[in-house]
């Protein structure tokens, strides 16, 4: 499996972005896909993730309102809608795909990682 990741940039404090995590695998609507991040000097942060079909759904507690999480099976892609963006959001973001179990907020349960693709958040 192979993910990469796009749509990082500049935002200001109260905007928005969209992130792109496309996926190669021919049963990528099986797979559990998530979105991390990672300050500097801080561990990888959970922010959200989806189940096969997007069935289900779970956030992060710092992002859970702001942010919203999709998945286009025919494109093989995941987004992560970001809105009311804060300073404190600014982050590298990583895609994530689980090809078995559920939803999980730890990174050591994905098997597949993307690139990242950085986010910058201006007050």
């Known amino acids: 499996v192979q993910l990469q990741a796009s749509g990082g940039g500049l935002a200001q404090a109260g905007g928005s972005l969209r992130l792109s995590c496309a996926a190669s695998?021919?049963?990528?609507?099986?797979?559990?896909m998530g979105w991390f991040r990672q300050a500097p000097g801080k561990e990888r942060e959970f922010v959200a993730a989806?189940?096969?079909?997007?069935?289900?759904?779970y956030y992060g507690d710092s992002v859970k309102g702001r942010f919203t999480i999709s998945t286009d099976n025919a494109k093989n892609t995941v987004y992560l809608q970001m809105i009311s963006l804060k300073p404190e959001d600014t982050a590298v973001y990583y895609c994530?795909?689980?090809?078995?179990?559920?939803?999980?907020?730890?990174?050591?349960?994905?098997?597949?990682w993307g690139q990242g693709t950085l986010v910058t958040v201006s007050s």
């Open positions: 994530a795909a689980r090809l078995r179990g559920y939803g999980s907020r730890r990174p050591s349960d994905y098997d597949y």
């Open positions: 695998g021919r049963i990528f609507s099986s797979y559990i």
């Open positions: 989806i189940t096969g079909a997007g069935i289900g759904t």
